[in-house]
């Protein structure tokens, strides 16, 4: 019960912040998803850091590990969002920002994840 908790805990601090990212950075404009790209890649760098440092020397506990990368983590960055963006962007026929976004977080969400690793090496 305890575990469920912590990842409770720590998805709804990460939804909410996903949320008001998404509120300030989301452009109304011309529909670009900044807040859910702010989202996915600072998670992405996050999660690297934390899983980085539970495996560097056991540094943080299994319930650490389960409140910020399982729950904020996981409430934090917004697959679901952008697989729905990513059809708006087709159903528009915007192919060009399909392709960008995509490339673009799946790239720099990979080396956000790689980028973390490394600086969590460092502590």
């Known amino acids: 019960m305890k ?3 912590l990842v409770f805990i720590g998805g709804g601090l990460g939804s909410v912040l996903r949320y008001l990212l998404g509120k300030f950075l989301n ?6 998803p900044y807040g ?3 989202a996915n890649i600072l998670g992405s760098l996050l999660i690297g850091i934390i899983l980085g440092l539970a495996l560097k ?3 943080l506990s299994q319930n650490h590990t389960l409140l910020l990368a399982t729950g904020f983590c996981g409430g934090f960055t917004t697959f679901s969002t952008f697989a729905y ?5 087709l159903k528009a026929g915007d192919f060009t920002s399909f392709a960008m ?3 673009a977080s799946f790239v720099v969400g990979f080396l956000a994840v790689f980028g973390g690793m490394f600086l969590a ?3």
């Open 3 to 5: 575990n469920i908790l």
């Open 121 to 123: 090496k460092s502590f």
């Open 36 to 38: 859910t790209f702010a």
């Open 27 to 32: 452009n109304t404009e011309n529909g670009i």
């Open 101 to 103: 976004y995509t490339i």
């Open 85 to 89: 963006e990513n059809h708006v962007f």
């Open 57 to 59: 020397n056991n540094t």
